[in-house]
């Protein structure tokens, strides 16, 4: 009897895992249909080449729509990608990303000519092909330097156009929510080639330009039955938070609206996802988090470790071999000739140290987390320092510590317990000012070590017996 009972709950067993399989394999079924049905609205952003910056706007792009997906938007995610984007960047973005990718021809800037034109500008009208997606009802416009905290899909119940005004007077292009139309894009395409006006000649210039009264149109509020507006609306700011809102109090106050969206419209250097961004400006920790979380970094992970390989190999190498200049070259030239070299040799040891701090930070890759970009810097400045040290005979004390004050300055800037951004400013420049005289004292100690060792002919010695040695012969 027992062995029977134990077959009948084995078949039991047996019977309930299939019974899950069967059940679990038609729910799939199901489900599969509704991930490829057509989607009515759609999260788009553009990108095209042609600036030194276009790696890095392809990962934020990719970052910010993988952001999107984990937040299980009811939409898209289009990239609007012009024709020169390479072919491995649209195929990680469609196999890897699950994005909709529009290839579009560049649209000619008729504002080149501008006096204030910016040459960066050249290919953002490529933003006016989101009227083209005339597939959906309603299209929010993005651009890549916007971090997402929570969905924004009430946005598609705005109207034909809306817009934020982060500048009091103009509204920003970074978001948008348009109604696709093809004839509302070709009167667009139209207006370019009669030269409508344009301050800026950048998208942003032409669209305040074609939507001229928005500042005058009613904030948008989103209906509580679903149903879509008709018209033009301003959106509350919390839609589009400008980042230099949050620096001031570390902190968020934006009463009017939702906080949902971070935009960066901030100078170039300073986007988000640069590993300098952070601890210099707080919200950059934020970006590389959702990148960790999203995509990772394993593309730029091999040249960190071959780097930091690198830097390692050279920090032994240099200590090990330490050369001594004075067992290597002999002075057998005029004292004239001796006293210029010893002032180059001051020029070259001064550079190699400029050297020493600035090289590494051009060498590592642009886009990884700040907590490897930081760590690899200031290893690659140690290696470079020490081959300046032990070239030149020089203390490593002196030589190291601007990279030690640097050290202690970024670990002022990431403090997290600030009450304001004001108080971390005034932090900053108190610790700048007590450590600037330290790096000068310790930069004179550096000259003086290099005129000690001129002035004792530790480096190109003469050979005292040489007068000796010809009157042998």
């Known amino acids: 009897m027992e062995e029977l009972s134990r077959r009948w709950g084995f078949a039991w067993t047996a019977a309930t895992v299939m019974t899950l399989l069967v059940v679990a394999t ?18 788009a952003s553009m990108m095209y080449m042609g600036t030194p910056r276009d790696y890095e706007f392809y990962v934020a792009t990719r970052v910010m729509m993988r952001s999107l997906a984990k937040l299980r938007v009811d939409a898209d995610l289009v990239v609007i990608a012009s024709v020169d984007v390479p ?48 597939d959906y009802d309603r299209v929010i416009m993005l ?32 978001l948008f929510v348009l109604q696709p139309s093809m004839a509302v894009f070709k009167d667009m395409l139209h207006e370019l080639d009669v030269g409508r006006s344009n301050p800026d000649g950048a998208d942003q210039g032409f669209l305040a330009s074609y939507f001229p009264d928005l500042l005058d149109k009613p904030m948008f509020h989103p209906p509580t039955n679903g149903t879509k507006l008709e018209g033009t609306y301003r959106l509350p700011l919390g839609y589009q938070m400008d ?67 690198v830097y390692l190999c050279i920090i032994a190498v240099t200590r090990l071999a330490r050369p001594n200049l004075s067992k290597l070259c002999y002075n057998r030239r005029s004292e004239k000739s001796v006293n210029f070299l010893h002032s180059m040799l001051k020029v070259a040891a001064m550079w ?63 403090y997290p317990w600030y ?31 290099l005129q000690m060792l001129v002035e004792r002919e530790g480096f190109f010695p003469r050979i005292a017996q040489m007068s000796v040695f010809n009157k042998l012969y």
Not at 89 to 115: F, H, I, R, S
């Open 26 to 43: 038609a729910v799939g079924g199901e489900v599969a249909p509704a991930k490829g049905a057509r989607k009515r609205h759609a999260y």
């Open 87 to 134: 072919i491995e960047w649209v195929k990680a973005m469609k196999e890897e990303d699950g994005l909709k990718v529009v290839t579009v021809e560049n649209l000619k800037n008729p504002y080149e000519q501008q006096q204030n034109f910016n040459v960066r500008f050249k290919l953002t009208l490529n933003k006016l092909y989101a009227w083209s997606l005339a």
């Open 143 to 174: 651009d890549s330097d916007n971090i997402f905290l929570q969905t924004t899909d009430e946005l598609f119940q705005c109207g034909q156009f809306c817009a934020v005004f982060i500048n009091p007077c103009i509204f920003h292009t970074g």
């Open 243 to 309: 980042a230099s809102y949050y620096y001031l109090k570390l902190r968020w106050s934006i009463p009017c609206g939702p906080n949902s969206v971070i935009t960066f419209p901030s100078a170039p250097w300073f986007k988000p996802w640069y590993w300098w961004s952070w601890p210099v400006l707080p919200l950059g920790l934020l970006w590389h988090e959702q990148r960790r979380n999203n995509l990772g970094y394993s593309a730029e992970l091999p040249v960190i470790l071959i780097q930091a390989a």
């Open 352 to 414: 190699s140290m400029i050297a020493a701090y600035a090289i590494p930070f051009f060498l590592v890759p642009r886009t990884v987390h700040p907590l490897l970009g930081w760590p690899l810097y200031l290893l690659g400045v140690t290696a470079l320092a020490s081959i300046a040290i032990n070239s030149f005979l020089l203390s490593p004390l002196p030589v190291l510590t601007p990279l030690l004050a640097f050290l202690g300055a970024l670990l002022v800037m990431a």
């Open 419 to 449: 009450s304001d951004g004001v108080v971390r400013v005034l932090a900053l420049f108190g610790y700048s000012f007590c450590c600037a005289p330290v790096i000068w004292i310790q930069l004179m100690k550096v000259m003086g070590n």
